[in-house]
């Protein structure tokens, strides 16, 4: 008879009782089974839903191994509530030591996700980094340089080194880039004051390469050379090995050509005036510039409305400054041949075809805004100075753009302030476009610094403000919370009715901000004004301060114009202003000479100053556009590049002082 342990089937059939417990297996999904990925190992493949329902399946010994894979590919995806809400479902006893230590590891991974970095540097400072596997070192040191924020430091510095021998591929070469990157952030007091531990070889190494870049980035053949002889005396650092793309660019760098130039500017319409004071400029400097002799202060001249330089169309409109510190003497090239196009009388495209067929080896221009935006879409393989900029950034391999924008100085401002240790700026700009651009500039560059809040005020014109003196009242200091990327952050966006917008009702940030005693946390004022304005400004600032504490006011190039008597550089008594070095009396000659020549009409002078630094700019295209860090030292401003070759200025800053205007130190 048969056996009690088989079953009937409907067919008649005897199965084996154990069989049918397979059967039964396979039919019931998967059974619970420990992972067959490792937990500490690099990051696993499977997505967050798999992990979550092995872990409801598991056993208590292999569950929390699911947990831990399940909250790393929920923050691989972006889902970092989740992740933290499921380390928080983890037992917190009965845990082996390899899954406490990757518990750990976590937690600050997803401290650092949410941004909460003080508790995620807290976190990670409990973890033996001694004790943890390759895959699990680079994901803490990781942490730790996502902790950094970016701010260029030493320990973030050693964090990318102490990484680099555990990444391959891409990963290896951006910690080398990112290495180099916060290497040369460091200002010259944090490289002085580092102390090499007798280990750090490496580190020792990397600090050699960055003093010899520093001291050659001027000379490409010097720096190249420097280069190959620094990779002979370090020939196990990794950056001997897999140097830095930068410095890649720098051995692959050749010369460009530039012994013929096409200048197209508007030579004629309504913007030729504008057309021949950067022609002007840029033949005064390929025919050599009286030599530079600082003078011992700023000389008291008047400058015009820099707007001009944004847009020479609306130049009386608005001010565009200029930048930075010291003009080098510009010598003469009598190989460079010139050619001028006008730009109001042909489309782009055919100037630029036109060019080519001259001979041209490098193009200087176009000026007005319109024509620049259409550069990105005009083919041609000349490389490009544009003298001005496109609302949005790109990179394009032969262009570069240098214009005298007023969100340049902005940014020029935020650098400069943040540098006298303020933490809480409030902005003063004009209602509208221009002074939206302006505020939401400096606030992107605040934040960089490592800033966070700006404040913004939009004032009205020179009759709102005089009513307002009328009647008596004072400014309040008081504005927005600017978000850095956006509009301004915490304003919702008002109604509009038939052309009439109503504002939203103002925050619970705003309204904090605007109430209590005055100046509250405001420990620094950015006005965009002109000198009439700022006339008024002024006094109404100082009415509304009744703390002892007073905020240090700065204002823009704007507010720096001519006729300024002894009695208006008394009432600005403290005020800090930048403006272009030419008017800041860096060469007294070359701005006699300018000043003769355009009859004391400065925004003129500013185009002036624009086209010397044109000339100079092209006769070094090659290392802007190829050699990052590569500097020049014009009439505007200390000229450099970013990674859009996007020339930027730093400006010279200066004070009203008793009665007389004194550089800032």
């Known amino acids: 008879m048969p056996s009690s342990t088989t079953f009937r089937?409907?067919?008649?059939?005897?199965?084996?009782?154990?069989?049918?417990?397979?059967?039964?297996?396979?039919?019931?999904?998967?059974?619970?089974?420990?992972?067959?990925?490792?937990?500490?190992?690099?990051?696993?493949?499977?997505?967050?839903?798999?992990?979550?329902?092995?872990?409801?399946?598991?056993?208590?010994?292999?569950?929390?191994d699911w947990q831990l894979l399940a909250i790393r590919a929920l923050l691989r995806e972006g889902k970092i509530a989740d992740a933290a809400n499921q380390l928080g479902q983890m037992p917190q006893q009965g845990l082996s030591s390899s899954q406490l230590q990757e518990q750990q590891l976590v937690n600050a991974e997803i401290l650092t996700a949410q941004k909460n970095y003080p508790a995620a540097s807290a976190a990670l400072s409990k973890i033996n980094s001694d004790s943890l596997n390759a895959d699990q070192k680079a994901r803490y040191y990781q942490?730790?340089?996502?902790?950094?924020?970016?701010?260029?430091?030493?320990?973030?510095?050693?964090?990318?080194?102490?990484?680099?021998?555990?990444?391959?591929?891409?990963?290896?070469?951006?910690?080398?880039?990112?290495?180099?990157?916060?290497?040369?952030?460091?200002?010259?007091?944090?490289?002085?004051?580092?102390v090499i531990n007798a280990n750090e070889n490496v580190l020792q190494g990397w600090?050699?390469?960055?003093?010899?870049?520093?001291?050659?980035?001027?000379?490409?053949?010097?720096?190249?050379?420097?280069?190959?002889?620094?990779?002979?005396?370090?020939?196990?650092?990794?950056?001997?090995?897999?140097?830095?793309?930068?410095?890649?660019?720098?051995?692959?760098?050749?010369?460009?050509?530039?012994?013929?130039?096409?200048?197209?500017?508007?030579?004629?319409?309504?913007?030729?005036?504008?057309?021949?004071?950067?022609?002007?400029?840029?033949?005064?400097?390929?025919?050599?510039?009286?030599?530079t002799t600082p003078a011992p202060a700023p000389a008291q001249q008047p400058a015009a409305d820099p707007a001009a330089a944004t847009d020479p169309a609306t130049a009386t409109a608005s001010q565009d400054t200029p930048t930075a510190p010291v003009t080098p003497p510009v010598t003469s090239n009598s190989n460079v041949q010139v050619k001028v196009y006008d730009t109001s009388s042909q489309p782009l495209p055919v100037l630029l075809t036109q060019a080519q067929q001259d001979g041209a080896t490098l193009v200087v221009g176009p000026l007005l805004k319109e024509q620049v935006t259409a550069l990105a879409s005009v083919q041609t393989p000349l490389n490009v100075l544009a003298l001005?900029?496109?609302?949005?950034?790109?990179?394009?391999?032969?262009?570069?753009?240098?214009?005298?924008?007023?969100?340049?100085?902005?940014?020029?401002?935020?650098?400069?302030?943040?540098?006298?240790?303020?933490?809480?700026p409030l902005l003063m700009v004009p209602r509208g476009d221009f002074g939206d651009r302006v505020a939401l500039a400096f606030a992107?560059?605040?934040?960089?610094?490592?800033?966070?809040?700006?404040?913004?005020?939009?004032?009205?014109?020179?009759?709102?403000?005089?009513?307002?003196?009328?009647?008596?009242?004072?400014?309040r200091l008081s504005g927005t919370p600017m978000n850095a990327a956006t509009a301004p952050a915490t304003q919702p966006?008002?109604?509009?009715?038939?052309?009439?917008?109503?504002?939203?009702?103002?925050?619970?940030?705003?309204?904090?901000?605007?109430?209590?005693?005055?100046?509250?946390?405001?420990?620094?004022?950015?006005?965009?004004?002109?000198?009439?304005?700022?006339?008024?400004?002024?006094?109404?600032?100082?009415?509304s301060i009744n703390t002892r504490l007073k905020p240090s006011i700065y204002a823009s190039s704007r507010s720096y114009q001519a006729g300024a008597g002894p009695d208006y550089r008394m009432e600005m008594e403290g005020v800090q202003f930048s403006d272009i070095p030419l008017l800041a009396g860096t060469n007294p000659a070359l701005m006699q000479q300018a000043s003769s020549q355009f009859t004391?009409?400065?925004?003129?002078?500013?185009?002036?100053?624009?086209?010397?630094?044109?000339?100079?700019?092209?006769?070094?295209?090659?290392?802007?556009?190829?050699?990052?860090?590569?500097?020049?030292?014009?009439?505007?401003g200390n000229l450099s590049a970013n990674a859009n070759c996007v020339i930027h200025r730093q400006l010279p800053w200066l004070q009203y002082r008793q009665g007389s205007l004194v550089p800032v130190s």
């Open 388 to 424: 001005n900029q496109p609302e949005t950034e790109s990179n394009n391999p032969n262009i570069c753009y240098f214009a005298l924008s007023p969100e340049d100085e902005a940014r020029d401002a935020a650098r400069h302030i943040w540098s006298q240790h303020k933490q809480m």
């Open 207 to 291: 600090l050699d390469l960055l003093n010899l870049w520093q001291t050659n980035k001027q000379d490409p053949d010097l720096l190249k050379a420097g280069i190959q002889d620094w990779q002979k005396r370090y020939p196990v650092n990794p950056a001997s090995q897999t140097l830095p793309t930068p410095l890649t660019n720098v051995i692959n760098f050749k010369p460009g050509s530039t012994e013929k130039i096409a200048l197209l500017l508007p030579m004629s319409g309504a913007a030729q005036v504008y057309g021949n004071a950067i022609q002007q400029g840029f033949n005064a400097a390929m025919k050599g510039l009286p030599s």
């Open 600 to 636: 004391n009409d400065y925004s003129l002078v500013r185009l002036y100053a624009m086209g010397i630094d044109a000339y100079n700019l092209a006769n070094h295209f090659a290392q802007i556009r190829q050699l990052p860090g590569f500097q020049l030292s014009g009439t505007t």
């Open 9 to 64: 089937t409907r067919t008649g059939r005897l199965i084996p009782a154990i069989i049918v417990a397979m059967l039964l297996a396979s039919c019931s999904g998967q059974a619970p089974q420990a992972p067959t990925e490792n937990v500490q190992g690099a990051a696993a493949k499977g997505s967050a839903d798999y992990y979550l329902k092995q872990a409801q399946q598991s056993s208590d010994d292999n569950k929390a």
């Open 493 to 543: 966006a008002g109604v509009t009715i038939g052309g009439l917008t109503i504002p939203s009702a103002p925050t619970d940030a705003q309204i904090m901000q605007s109430s209590g005693d005055g100046a509250g946390s405001v420990d620094a004022i950015y006005m965009v004004a002109t000198q009439q304005e700022l006339t008024l400004m002024k006094p109404m600032i100082d009415l």
């Open 143 to 194: 942490a730790q340089i996502d902790a950094n924020q970016g701010r260029s430091s030493l320990p973030l510095i050693r964090a990318y080194i102490a990484q680099e021998p555990l990444l391959q591929g891409k990963a290896h070469q951006d910690n080398i880039d990112n290495t180099w990157m916060n290497l040369t952030q460091l200002s010259t007091e944090d490289v002085n004051g580092i």
């Open 444 to 475: 992107d560059e605040w934040r960089k610094q490592g800033g966070q809040t700006v404040l913004k005020q939009s004032m009205g014109t020179y009759a709102d403000l005089k009513q307002q003196v009328r009647g008596g009242g004072g400014l």
